[in-house]
């Protein structure tokens, strides 16, 4: 079984390429690709197939040529992946399965546009923000309130006073189960700067990332709600780098770093 690795500002990837739907994915052998010890090492997998070949992607045939099959580490599926949507497009046009410049991905949150040269930052078209309310999120025994966010998978962004820095992200935070039954993606941010905040992710089914792009859309989301500002240009600085979001009134875009670091074969009997 063939494998790349790649990153997008540290958030990790294994990705699969399997043009012809012949992987079967499940999830104990995701979990131990994406183990840090005893596999590869990642965050999520992305297997690389034709859109034409998977049910999942039958209303993108049109606008669409691969279909990013995306796995959270623990095995399980999710809807979308804004670094790693970034990340996959890296991996087509450097493997010659597309040309560079603009073209769609095929995913389970719709179609992503992304733009990109031969070399250098990728951005994706991310859609537009579902703002669904508020809730709340508890951490080590506080309380914050946060913007109740959809971007194709579900988000909590807490803008709060407390040092993001100092936070225990070991444990899974708390929500509110009735609001996110599936889970949640849990955004905790400072504002640092002019328009720059400061933010750590707990994502559900990985833990805490380096990064997470959906999360970082979500997280300018709710600094822009707060500022009272729809639109702009937010910088969101991860432990894993920073990355731009852009927001228009009408759609987000994502801008950031995705870099290829390694290949090789793995053991298709494990």
């Not at 999710?78 to 949507?85: D, F, L, T």
């Amino acid at each position: 079984m063939r494998f790349v690795k790649g990153h997008g500002t540290e958030n990790d990837f294994v990705i699969l390429p399997d043009a012809d739907a012949r992987l079967d994915l499940g999830p104990q052998l995701v979990a131990t690709l994406c183990d840090r010890r005893a596999g590869i090492g990642a965050d999520g997998v992305l297997r690389v197939v034709r859109a034409k070949l998977c049910p999942e992607a039958a209303d993108q045939l049109g606008e669409a040529e691969w279909f990013m099959d995306y796995r959270n580490a623990d095995g399980s599926i999710a809807e979308m992946c804004g670094n790693g949507v970034r990340v996959f497009a890296r991996y087509l046009v450097d493997s010659g399965l597309a040309a560079p410049g603009e073209f769609g991905v095929a995913t389970r949150g719709g179609v992503k546009r992304v733009r990109l040269g031969a070399t250098g930052d990728v951005t994706v078209d991310m859609g537009s923000p579902r703002v669904l309310g508020v809730s709340r999120a508890t951490v080590n025994g506080r309380e914050y309130a946060g913007l109740n966010v959809n971007m194709g998978n579900p988000h909590l962004a807490c803008v709060i006073d407390d040092p993001v820095a100092e936070l225990d992200l070991t444990r899974e935070p708390g929500f509110d189960r009735a609001t996110y039954p599936a889970g949640v993606n849990v955004e905790l941010f400072n504002r640092v700067g002019d328009h720059t905040v400061s933010m750590r992710v707990h994502e559900r089914g990985s833990g805490e990332t380096r990064s997470c792009g959906t999360g970082a859309v979500a997280t300018a989301v709710a600094a822009a709600h707060a500022a009272g500002e729809p639109t702009g240009t937010w910088s969101v600085r991860v432990l894993g780098g920073t990355v731009t979001v852009t927001l228009d009134g009408r759609t987000s875009y994502l801008t950031g770093p995705a870099v290829l670091v390694a290949s090789g074969s793995y053991p298709a009997s494990v």
